[in-house]
């Protein structure tokens, strides 16, 4: 029984990857071509949890269908710049999710990750050492979620979905904030660790 | 650029999640512009984002928000007709040339593209300071120190977070040689005594705190209100 459920997780595994692969394929067909039943499939996919993630981030129901539109749009727009040297196409839309959001409730503003971003489209195709990389990016990146213990799992998912900040998630966790900060660091260890064993 | 002082991995965590207020945002992404290796860690961090994305409960969008967005798109489309932006005119990444100047992309619409350009108002002997207006109304200040050589940095714990990035010359603490590039992300409560590094200019550096930084001696006690750092 046991055996069983653990094959049926390491199919959702394997199913998640290859989605994540085929979204690559999607993007670049965007990108190059505008193919429009390419950005439907990746609209379905994202689109939904897109919402989510304003949802949990406090928005309401409204907001969150507006920033949506907004998120997919730039990714219309901005798929050309995808990079598969950069991540894969959900952590690229999670970070014009971040953006959209960062924007909405201006503590910050996004401009600095945009000049980051255009520096390194005005570098793309220099550096193409990390083409190796990409290949196992996916494996590597679902591997370490499915790794990750609950707790640091807990923090993170506050800090990335429900834009909480440091010090709201060691309250609402009744956690020191040196505590938080390990468990990310923790979280983000795992992760690097695999990315670079590929390398 | 071979640099030796990195962000913290709870602070790249914190960048990807978009944690940080404007001025540690500009602070973090102007060492990510100078530092390959913060520049891939940080797109690692994002990841993590990326997979809890995925695994978000998928709340269902409006029935014709397909529809409606082609239709946005559409209608851009057909008003960029004759522009150069226009998506379908262009079917392949546009690269913009290599960034001018000496300033980091992400602090260039503060100070424009040189340090050479940089105005100062001394602060202290052997100190000035440059601050930065922020667009934001944030808990954090933002501001650049032009340090003599030879010069100590009065002494001072931290009551908060605190970085420092160093655009040119160097100092040296405890932790370190601190070189163009090096970012100083230190936990609060470490105390440190940066001393310019003789022969090498100037140390110009930029530094966010979240608090006003507490000195220790009464020498610089007596200099805060002046310095105001
Ligand atoms: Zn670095």
Sequence with gaps: MRTALKLVSNNDHNTAIELAKHHRHLIALVGSKQ?????QALFEHFAPRIKAMMLKGGVNMMQAEDLMQDVMMTVWRKSSQFSPDRGTVGAWIFTIARNARIDLFRKASSRPYDDVYEMEIADDGQSSDDAM???EREECVSAAMKELPQDQRDVIQLAFIADMSQSEIAKKLSLPIGTVKSRMRLAYGKLKGKLEAVR | MKLTHHLDDATLVRYAAGDLDEAFTVIVASHIAMCPQCQKASHNAEELGGQLLEAAEEVAVEQDAFAKLMGAIDNQ???????????????FPKRRAKIAGDVPLPLQR???AQVADIEWKKVAPGISKHDIVLDKDVPSSLYLLNIAEGQAVPEHGHGGMEMTLILSGAYNDRFGRFGPGDIADLDEHVEHQPIVEPGGGPCICLVATEKPTKFKGIIERLLQPIIGI
Excluded: I, Y
């Design chain 2, 77 to 91: 489309n057909k008003a960029n007709f004759d522009g150069v932006d226009a998506q379908n005119v262009h079917p």
């Design chain 2, 110 to 112: 503060f100070l424009g």
């Design chain 1, 133 to 135: 990389l990409q290949v």
């Design chain 1, 35 to 39: 193919d429009r039943a390419a950005f």
